[in-house]
């Protein structure tokens, strides 16, 4: 079963909704008792976090967090010394642009970059 699947029934039977007929639950039904309410809104909200971290995987590219190895690290530097940008070495290496800022760094090829500010909404 899906995630998204998973979360859509067990939304259903915390909103007190039978997830195959739609119909309510009625009062005297496990489903109404308030602590088993509670524990399926806790499932609801565990099965959100695993979709919002599977969607946020699904983005990343396809090397995140995959440790780097003395040849990527050999070749990150050449192309940076051949005047490759940080997006274009993101996208050759598979990796985001800050972890290659950070390696740049690492390698001592760049300086480390400024700690980002935040501005205030007047």
Known sequence: ???REALRVIQALADGVD?????LFSEDSPYQHPQIVRALFMAVGA?????DR?????RLPEH???????????????SFDAGMTVTQLARQHKRTEGAIQLRLEKLGKAQASAPARFKRSA
Request: proline share 6%.
């Open 1 to 3: 079963m899906e995630t």
């Open 19 to 23: 997830p195959s007929t739609g119909e």
């Open 47 to 51: 099965l959100q976090q695993r979709e």
């Open 54 to 58: 599977q969607r946020r995987e699904q």
């Open 64 to 78: 995140s967090g995959k440790p780097w190895d003395d040849a990527e690290d050999k070749q990150l530097g050449e």
